[in-house]
């Protein structure tokens, strides 16, 4: 609990300087202290995509049931993140007007969680198929960049808020370029979840090399599992909506 308390005011005390560098740059029109600064969105990335959320559970799961490797998994946490910092970077610049009517409370987007949801209960299905059909092992091409975008679809509040501060300071190019910079910190610890998963997931294989059925039924099993993980992750966010 100590933890998530120091995570939250990291994040509140980068918010709230990044608050002050805009109101900064609105006001004299002066970039340097904002550009030094910058860097700083990294971390604040970083920090934030640690907290629950940002759809971590859902990439370790795919990653586990899947066969990719640590650079299609690294692909896969990179469409995450570039969507999820984006689709909040296209809600503020296309539809600020409209963001009260749009979103059903101040940082979400409740038609992109649902279909997000719904299409990775959709990839969830066909993991369980393709686990359970005769020497099904070959997968998709593209599958996992689209799980990853499917995922990063809900918007990342945090950027949202940001985004929207600028905007109304009138300086958008403040906000996007916060929005890049933190986009690299959501990046990074999602990629860390990526390879420690893919790492995890083939030294568990390398165990069971020895026996070839085992070892097909073992991966059968976890991709089965995986899939039916993200079916009940998706019908049950899609209930509670």
Same mark, same amino acid.
Do not use: N
């Given at each position: 609990?100590?933890?998530?308390?120091?995570?939250?005011?990291?994040?509140?005390?980068?918010?709230?300087?990044?608050?002050?560098?805009?109101?900064?740059?609105?006001?004299?029109?002066?970039?340097?202290?904002?550009?030094?600064?910058?860097?700083?969105?990294?971390?604040?990335?970083?920090?934030?995509?640690?907290?629950?959320?940002?759809?971590?559970?859902?990439?370790?799961?795919?990653?586990?049931?899947?066969?990719?490797?640590?650079?299609?998994?690294?692909? !896969? /946490?990179? =469409? #995450?993140?570039?969507?999820?910092? @984006?689709?909040? &970077?296209?809600? +503020? *610049?296309?539809?600020?007007?409209?963001?009260?009517?749009?979103?059903?409370?101040?940082?979400?987007?409740?038609?992109?969680?649902? !279909? /997000?949801? =719904? #299409?990775?209960?959709?990839?969830? @299905?066909?993991? &369980?198929?393709? +686990? *359970?059909?005769?020497?099904?092992?070959?997968?998709?091409?593209?599958?996992?960049?689209?799980?990853?975008?499917?995922?990063?679809?809900?918007?990342?509040? #945090?950027?949202?808020?940001?985004?929207?501060?600028?905007?109304?300071?009138?300086?958008?190019?403040?906000?996007?370029?916060?929005?890049?910079?933190?986009?690299?910190?959501?990046?990074?610890?999602?990629?860390?979840?990526?390879?420690?998963?893919?790492?995890?997931?083939?030294?568990?294989?390398?165990?069971?090399?020895?026996?070839?059925?085992?070892?097909?039924?073992?991966?059968?099993?976890?991709?089965?599992?995986?899939?039916?993980?993200?079916?009940?992750?998706?019908?049950?966010?899609?209930?509670?909506?």
């Amino acid at each position: 609990m100590a933890f998530w308390q120091h995570i939250v005011g990291f994040q509140q005390d980068i918010y709230q300087a990044f608050a002050a560098q805009i109101r900064d740059v609105a006001g004299t029109g002066g970039w340097g202290a904002f550009i030094v600064y910058l860097p700083m969105g990294i971390l604040f990335g970083a920090a934030h995509a640690l907290t629950p959320g940002h759809s971590k559970t859902i990439l370790a799961t795919y990653l586990a049931g899947s066969r990719l490797g640590i650079l299609r998994g690294l692909g !896969v /946490s990179l =469409a #995450l993140s570039f969507t999820h910092v @984006l689709i909040s &970077v296209l809600i +503020a *610049l296309l539809a600020l007007p409209l963001i009260s009517a749009s979103l059903g409370s101040v940082g979400r987007a409740p038609v992109l969680e649902d !279909v /997000s949801r =719904a #299409l990775l209960g959709i990839i969830g @299905l066909w993991m &369980v198929w393709r +686990a *359970l059909r005769p020497r099904g092992h070959v997968h998709a091409h593209g599958e996992g960049l689209m799980v990853g975008v499917m995922a990063g679809l809900i918007p990342c509040p #945090l950027t949202l808020f940001v985004m929207t501060f600028a905007i109304s300071r009138g300086v958008p190019e403040a906000g996007i370029a916060f929005a890049f910079t933190m986009m690299l910190g959501v990046a990074l610890t999602l990629s860390t979840v990526a390879v420690a998963t893919i790492l995890f997931r083939d030294q568990l294989m390398r165990l069971l090399a020895h026996q070839a059925s085992l070892l097909d039924r073992s991966a059968r099993f976890i991709e089965a599992a995986a899939g039916l993980v993200l079916l009940a992750v998706a019908l049950r966010e899609l209930w509670l909506r």
